[in-house]
Structure formats: structure tokens, C-alpha cells
């Protein structure tokens, strides 16, 4: 077997045998082992070696220079403010949704825009035809000179051409068509579509170029490539059509650089896509007429309040399984709400069906909502409108009891610009300092105090 050395007082290590020790200059002091101990010790020695002169690769996280993040706004506030505060530079945007959410429209928008700043902006397509995205711009009154097109699939001539171009700005149209040489698969494979993002991402980062990546969602909702993209993006976000067609919302999924449960709501019309500056008012635009199984809460999304419908309809279940669906909130905890209603106010569901919708297709799991769930519950059991000037939050313990809500006084304010007259809120979150001009306070403590409102009589 072949033989190696290492030195007795120092640990080095040497292929031959030697009477000093070329470190530590011991005579004498190597001894014989055999390569297959030689070769770990090599590497050990590999490394520490590399660690000496690798100084100051591992670092104080206080000596790390911090700079704040550079933004552009994109024109739209609503899509602003679901970006963290606008654009980062050299960030990776994943814009998911549904064909003809509207997603070439919106990011056509916003490079018109960015390019009026005078930063030079680019829109890679594989989908449309030159002529088709030139006739969408003049639609939407982006036929502006500094806004670049290029049609092309293949990421290493993408790439070439964004640095050539110097683009600070682009738009890739959409990644499922991409292909990558680094990848041998087929366009639109998970592989291909997490390799194009990555080359993406490496030119993003390297060059300060921020991108937003236009990705075409599954039947079940999911990003096409599964939860693979968003690993590889800064933020991702989702635009999904509203009930009310005209309408579509943006909703951050992850954002590494503003909060999650962001959501901007924007109007499509003729001419492109217009921003909803009040969106209370549209998800509470047909709530006109006291109807049974209906009450109005309070959300907080993201960074502020959003007043929702919340309908239930409890009917009489003819099967041995009684339904419970629930759109829009967790299941679980309806069922969990209908076991404490029994429990706590002796209302029986177990023979009836309930149906739960949170109205405009917002999707929430806030335990706020818990308040306004039981009483449109209630309502519809006991075919008994709730009235429609009164806003409900709180939380609801398994024991009973009525929990705050952060942000109790934002969403009240809320309530009261829009109108209500009433809000039924938890004991906690009442601030006798705070004085509201048009709105009563009902602050109640527990479940039971639900069915002795003047409202059900
Ligand atoms: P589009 O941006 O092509 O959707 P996506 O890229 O998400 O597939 O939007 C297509 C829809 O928007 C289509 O139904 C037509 C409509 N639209 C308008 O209503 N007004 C407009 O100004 C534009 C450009 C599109
Ligand atoms: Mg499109």
C-alpha cells in the first residue's frame, strides 16, 4: 500500500519521507500512514489552508455596509404599494394570473410610464406579434418611442440583447415559453422554467436590472412550475380576476422587500387598466338592501383596512351529511365557529347545510372575520336580516369569548368614511378616548352578548 507521511509535532502532511519537517523544523518527527488517512488529512489541511487566506469571508454582520433599497414607482399606487413602496432596483418580479387577467396589459402600462422617467425599458414577448403589442399600446396610449420590443424565446440571446440594449426595465412575456441551453429539457418544463429564472435572477443582481417575469397559472390556481419559481424571485404576486369582471386584484404571495397581504385593485376599461383608489366602496357596492345571512366586517390587508360582505346560507340539509363550504375563509374554522355557536348559544347545524362566501373573491384568514361569520350565521338560521349600517370584527375563543383585533381604531375610521352607523366591536378594543363623530361603539365580551343585540328582535 502506498505510504505518506505526517509530521508528529505539527500535523503536516508530506507524500515523502523527510528527516526535518518543513514547518515546525522538528528532526525527525514524521511518521509513516497510509494514503487513505493521507487523503482526508490532505483535505483537511486543503482546507485550512484556504480558510487562512480566505480572511474576512466570514464577517461581522454589523461590518456589513447596509444601503437603503433604490425604488421607481411604476405610476400605479395600488401596484406601488403591493411592491413594498415600488420597484427595487435589480429585483425579480413574478407576476402570476390567469390568461387574460390582464397581465400584458398592466405591465405594458407601467413600462410607458417608467420610460416617461427616462429609464430605458424592455418588452421581451414570445406569445404576441410585434404588430399585436403595438396595437395594444396605442389602446392604452403607450406608443412611446423609448418602450423597446423584441420577440425571442431563447434566454442567452435575451440576455445578450438586454445588455446591449443597456435596459434598466424589462418585462419577460411569458417564462413558460422560454427556453434556457443550460437546461435540456422541454420549453415549458419545470427545469426549463426554473433555469430561465435563475439566469434572469443572475442578470438581475449583477447588473441592476429589475425584471418582472410574467408566469401563467395552473388550473388549481398555482404558478406553472410549481412553488419552484417563487424560490427563485424576489416577489411574487398573483392578479386574479374579481366577481365583478371589470375588476382585478393584485395580491403579493412573497416580497422580500415590502409585507405580504398587500392587495391592489385595479378596474380594466377601454383604454387599459385603471387603479381603484377606494376599494371598501367596491366590495360593498350591491349591499344596498337588508337581506338575511349577510353582515359587513372590517379586514386588514396588508397595510390597511378593507370592509367585506361576508354571506352565509344556512339551509335544511336533506342527506345524512350535512355540506359545510366555505369560500374564501379556512373551512376548519367554520367548523370549528359552528361547534362553539351550539356549545355556547345552543343554535343546532348539525341538520343543516351552511355555506360560507366572503364576497369580491377576497380570500382571508384573518380570525377577525370570526364576529361578522357568526352573525350572518345567525341571521340566516333565524331568517333575520342584520342590518346593513353596522360593521362587525373580533375573534372568537372555543371558550366564548369575544378577542380584539389589532388595528381596532383604523378599521372603525374605515367604517365610519364609508357611512356605517353602527360598529359591534370587542370589549378590548374600545378606547373611551377615542371619539367617533357618526358611529355608535357596541363593545361586547363574549358570544352570548351577540344574541342579546336589539338587532334579532
Ligand atoms: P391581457 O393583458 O392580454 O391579459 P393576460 O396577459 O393576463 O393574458 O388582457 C386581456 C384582456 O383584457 C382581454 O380580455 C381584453 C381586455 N382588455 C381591455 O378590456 N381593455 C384594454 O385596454 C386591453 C388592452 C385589454
Ligand atoms: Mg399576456
Known amino acids: 500500500m502506498k505510504k505518506n507521511y505526517i509530521c508528529n509535532e505539527c500535523d503536516s502532511f508530506y507524500y515523502k519521507w523527510q528527516g526535518q519537517c518543513g514547518k515546525c523544523k522538528s528532526w525527525d518527527s514524521l511518521k509513516e500512514v497510509d494514503a487513505s488517512i493521507s487523503s482526508s488529512v490532505d483535505k483537511v489541511q486543503n482546507l485550512r489552508d484556504f480558510m487562512i487566506s480566505s480572511e474576512g469571508i466570514v464577517s461581522s454582520i454589523k461590518d456589513i455596509p447596509t444601503k437603503?433599497?433604490?425604488?421607481?414607482?411604476?405610476?400605479?399606487s395600488e401596484l406601488d404599494r403591493v411592491l413594498g413602496g415600488g420597484l427595487v432596483d435589480g429585483s425579480v418580479i413574478?407576476?402570476?394570473?390567469?390568461?387574460?387577467?390582464?397581465?400584458?396589459?398592466?405591465?405594458?402600462?407601467?413600462?410607458?410610464?417608467?420610460?416617461?422617467y427616462g429609464k430605458r425599458v424592455l418588452y421581451v414577448s414570445?406569445?404576441?406579434?410585434?404588430?399585436?403589442?403595438a396595437m395594444r399600446a396605442k389602446r392604452l396610449g403607450a406608443l412611446n418611442d423609448n418602450i423597446k420590443i423584441l420577440i425571442e424565446t431563447n434566454i442567452e440571446l435575451i440576455s445578450h440583447f438586454i445588455l446591449e440594449n443597456k435596459?434598466?426595465?424589462?418585462?419577460?412575456?411569458s417564462i413558460q415559453v422560454m427556453n434556457t441551453s443550460s437546461s435540456n429539457s422541454i420549453s415549458g418544463s419545470v427545469s426549463q422554467v426554473r433555469e430561465s429564472t435563475n439566469a434572469l435572477s443572475r442578470i438581475a443582481k449583477q447588473n441592476n436590472i429589475s425584471f418582472f417575469i410574467v408566469g401563467h397559472v395552473t388550473k388549481d390556481g398555482s404558478l406553472a412550475g410549481p412553488k419552484v419559481l417563487e424560490h427563485c424571485v424576489d416577489c411574487s404576486m398573483i392578479m386574479e380576476p374579481m366577481t365583478d369582471s371589470r375588476f382585478r386584484m393584485i395580491r403579493a404571495n412573497k416580497n422580500r422587500f415590502g409585507r405580504v397581504n398587500e392587495i391592489g385593485i385595479f378596474a380594466m376599461d377601454e383604454n387599459g387598466l385603471k387603479e381603484v383608489k377606494n376599494?371598501?366602496?367596491?366590495?360593498?357596492?350591491?349591499?344596498?338592501?337588508?337581506?338575511?345571512?349577510?353582515?359587513?366586517?372590517?379586514?386588514?390587508?396588508?397595510?390597511r383596512p378593507l370592509l367585506v360582505e361576508v354571506q352565509s346560507l344556512v339551509d335544511k340539509c336533506l342527506s345524512n351529511q350535512p355540506r359545510r363550504l366555505s369560500i374564501g375563509f379556512d373551512s376548519n374554522r367554520l367548523s370549528m365557529l359552528l361547534a362553539v355557536c351550539h356549545r355556547h348559544l345552543k343554535l343546532l347545524f348539525s341538520d343543516q347545510d351552511v355555506f360560507v362566501n366572503i364576497v369580491g373573491g377576497v380570500k382571508t384568514d384573518e380570525t377577525s372575520l370570526d364576529m361578522a361569520l357568526?352573525?350572518?350565521?345567525?341571521?340566516s338560521l333565524k331568517n333575520k336580516p342584520f342590518p346593513n349600517d353596522t360593521i362587525v370584527f373580533g375573534e372568537i375563543g372555543l371558550s366564548g369569548e369575544v378577542r380584539p383585533s389589532p388595528y381596532g381604531q383604523e378599521r372603525i375610521r374605515e367604517a365610519e368614511k364609508h357611512g356605517f352607523k353602527h360598529a359591534i366591536i370587542?370589549?378590548?378594543?374600545?378606547?373611551?378616548?377615542?371619539?367617533f363623530k357618526s358611529i355608535e361603539?357596541?363593545?361586547?365580551?363574549?358570544?352570548?352578548?351577540?344574541?342579546?343585540l336589539p338587532f334579532w328582535k
Open 68 to 76: 437603503e433599497h433604490v425604488r421607481t414607482y411604476t405610476g400605479f
Open 94 to 116: 413574478l407576476l402570476g394570473g390567469s390568461p387574460g387577467a390582464g397581465k400584458s396589459t398592466l405591465l405594458l402600462q407601467v413600462l410607458s410610464i417608467i420610460s416617461n
Open 126 to 133: 414570445a406569445e404576441e406579434s410585434r404588430h399585436q403589442i
Open 167 to 173: 435596459a434598466e426595465v424589462v418585462v419577460i412575456d
Open 279 to 303: 376599494p371598501s366602496g367596491i366590495f360593498l357596492q350591491n349591499n344596498n338592501v337588508n337581506v338575511s345571512g349577510s353582515s359587513i366586517t372590517a379586514l386588514w390587508q396588508g397595510s
Open 374 to 379: 357568526v352573525i350572518s350565521l345567525i341571521s
Open 426 to 435: 370587542p370589549m378590548k378594543n374600545f378606547d373611551k378616548k377615542q371619539i
Open 441 to 452: 361603539i357596541i363593545s361586547i365580551n363574549n358570544i352570548y352578548d351577540i344574541l342579546s
